[in-house]
């Protein structure tokens, strides 16, 4: 019979290449300000340089590695770069890479306690010190009622804010309340999409769905939630959740979680506040501000995988009370019985979330707190923060260009004096140089262009280089128009 343990990786060999691994990524990161940031292919030629069918033989590792050099990498936007300043942040650290290469090492799945004790244990205790790193209610702490649990997303925690929602309004017969009395769900009109998918998912139908008018900073009008919300009571529909956005992806607006909090407490909806982005600047107490109302949620999340140097994916979801999430979503299959969760001593993460299985996602968050502590995080936010402001203040500034939004923290949102065609043209010439990378949204029904700061390596220099970079574009466009 054949030695089918040959093909495995020996653990001699797992060394070697797991060295030139570890040095590949090192050499990237500093090679990454280099590369064009975006990717520049067309559909199709990334996969054209590759065998369409699998190899037969097993093939040595160095030429695997060599074909990330050879295909991938010219495929690939640089998120990492310190020239990125796209969507939003998606950055990532030493620490967390390496966290991340512990949790594959171990290969544990961490659905029950009993499953990997420390798995969940460590969870538990990271999420708690989030909520002491970011001044969050106390009523997330797992002491009381409540806790935290790592989610994939914010699409997921919302998703499961949802689900709990229904379960807590319905008191678990969401059939029932389906049909007699449908709920609705609010959200203001700058929310993210995935309050739209979660809606979908849910069952709920989108038109479940409210999107309240906003101010002109563009955040929620909590007298048109309180509005929409009488309407829908008057018609016989069940509300169900609000979601209150803290940092906006089009523009970072925040919602006022105190007055809608209010709203929810007295109506008996459920509070969900949105912070994927923003929430990380609570590190810094001066930036706390944000979350200000925040003890009237019901649940919240945030994503270090954005702004919090840990690498994608990692969510902190958080509820006051998680008996509606469990709820919701627990689950007792005969084949995962186990002495422990019958003790109900434990906590078993598979009820807090949609999968079953789940990886060891903790570990690189614990990696990244015990290495940067709090004052490495407060300082690496703050640049960023500060960076941005700088950039705004050179906005303001110049009569050519105008902010287009309020920008509190790392997000810059400006237009050209010359109108939506010469900030798109500007836009599209300076992301075809490769030498940096920004999107767009619409505000006011204008096209507006979005400088978001948070990539690690970052500094200054990067974002004086922008700013000379759009001026002179801008100049170029406007003089081959005239
Ligand atoms: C980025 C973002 C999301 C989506 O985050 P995922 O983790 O990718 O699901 C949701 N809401 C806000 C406010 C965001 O900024």
Same mark, same amino acid.
């Given at each position: ?34 590369? &064009? ?23 040595? @590792? ?11 990498? &010219? ?8 020239? @990125? ?32 004790? +420390? ?68 959200? $203001? ?56 956005? !803290?940092?906006?992806? $089009? $523009? ?5 979680? +105190? ?42 999340? @945030? ?5 919090? @140097? ?17 709820? !919701? ?62 950039? !705004? ?39 075809? $140089? ?49």
């Amino acid at each position: 019979m054949p030695d089918a343990h040959r093909h495995h990786m020996s653990p001699d060999e797992f060394r070697r290449h797991g060295r030139a691994v570890v040095d590949w990524v090192a050499d990237y990161l500093e090679r990454v300000e280099q590369l &064009p940031v975006r990717a520049v292919v067309a559909p199709g030629d990334v996969r054209a340089q590759l065998p369409q069918s699998p190899p037969q033989h097993g093939e040595p @590792f160095a030429e695997i590695l060599a074909d990330v050099d050879r295909v991938i990498i &010219p495929g690939l936007t640089h998120w990492q770069s310190p020239n @990125f300043f796209a969507f939003f942040p998606a950055n990532n650290s030493g620490p967390s890479i390496l966290g991340e290469l512990l949790s594959a090492g171990l290969g544990v799945q961490g659905m029950l306690w009993a499953t990997s004790p +420390a798995c969940t244990e460590l969870e538990t205790l990271v999420l708690d010190w989030v909520v002491e790193l970011l001044g969050l209610p106390d009523r997330f702490h797992s002491d009381g009622a409540g806790g935290g649990v790592l989610q994939d997303s914010a699409s997921s925690a919302t998703l499961c804010a949802l689900l709990a929602a229904r379960e807590r309004v319905t008191g678990g017969d969401a059939a029932l309340a389906g049909t007699d009395q449908p709920l609705t769900v609010y959200a $203001s009109q700058e929310a993210h999409s995935s309050v739209d998918k979660a809606v979908r998912i849910a069952g709920l139908g989108s038109a479940a769905l409210r999107r309240v008018a906003t101010d002109e900073r563009h955040a929620l009008r909590p007298d048109a939630l309180a509005t929409a919300i009488a309407a829908d009571r008057a018609a016989g529909r069940l509300p169900c959740l609000a979601v209150a956005t !803290a940092g906006t992806t $089009s $523009s970072n607006a925040f919602d006022p979680l +105190a007055a809608v909090g209010e709203i929810c407490h007295d109506e008996r909806v459920w509070l969900h506040v949105d912070a994927a982005m923003s929430g990380s600047a609570a590190v810094c107490p001066e930036y706390r501000w944000i979350h200000d109302g925040l003890e009237f949620a019901d649940s919240y999340c @945030f994503n270090p995988h954005k702004w919090l @140097f840990t690498n994608f994916d990692c969510d902190c979801f958080y509820v006051a009370d998680r008996a509606a999430l469990v709820g !919701a979503l627990g689950v007792q299959p005969e084949y995962l019985r186990n002495a422990a969760t019958a003790t109900g001593a434990v906590i078993d993460y598979r009820d807090w979330q949609i999968p079953l299985g789940r990886r060891f996602r903790a570990l690189k968050l614990w990696f990244v707190l015990r290495s940067y502590g709090v004052d490495g995080l407060r300082a690496a936010v703050r640049e960023h923060v500060a960076l941005a402001q700088q950039f !705004a203040g050179w906005v303001e500034d110049d009569p050519d260009w105008e902010l287009a939004a309020p920008a509190p923290l790392n997000l810059v949102c400006l237009r050209h004096a010359g109108g939506d065609a010469v900030t798109q043209a500007v836009m599209d010439r300076c992301n075809d $140089s490769g030498a940096v990378y920004l999107t767009h949204t619409r505000l006011d029904d204008r096209f507006t262009l979005r400088v978001s700061v948070g990539a690690w390596q970052t500094r200054r220099e990067h974002v004086v280089a922008l700013w000379q970079r759009l001026r002179d574009t801008a100049t170029a466009v406007v003089a081959d128009a005239d």
